[in-house]
């Protein structure tokens, strides 16, 4: 039997907590290669990982997270790019998807990690609903 391999993901987020938090939650389905605590270093991480995800915050204490989405997705166009935040505000989510990612998932909201994270690598774009335009809801 060969075993399986398992998607490559980084995390970036500011908070030491958080990311200590992120990778007990995926860590049966994912290989995460790199968690780090600033948008810069997210990117370096990337480029060297190539992973099939990177999974984000989006606060000022991260960095540019817009920035580095525009640039991985620039750069790596086959990694999905995934925000992670607190914030649970459309246009938040609107700013994240222009930026290339993929999801915009909210922290505290998100109760099924791994699973989310893989219907986005199968293609998915999934956006928490409180962060739908009213209109859309």
């Given amino acids: 039997m060969t075993p399986t391999t398992r998607p490559a993901l980084i995390i970036g987020d500011s908070s030491r ?4 938090l992120t990778e007990a939650m995926v860590d049966s389905t994912f290989d995460v290669m790199a968690s780090v605590m600033d948008s810069e270093s997210l990117v370096l991480a990337a480029q060297h990982y ?4 990177a999974l984000l915050d989006f606060t000022p204490s991260f960095g540019d997270a817009l920035a580095a989405s525009r640039q991985l997705s620039q750069e790596l166009p086959a990694t999905k790019i995934v925000f992670f935040s607190t914030h649970d505000d459309a246009a938040y989510a609107t700013a994240a998807f222009e930026a290339g990612a993929s999801g915009f998932l909210v922290k505290q909201r998100t109760s099924d990690l791994p699973n989310l994270l893989t219907r986005i690598l199968r293609g998915e774009r999934i956006q928490h609903p ?3 335009p009213l209109s859309r809801r």
């Fill in 50 to 53: 190539q992973p099939a995800l």
């Fill in 17 to 20: 907590a958080m990311l200590a």
């Fill in 130 to 132: 409180a962060t739908l």
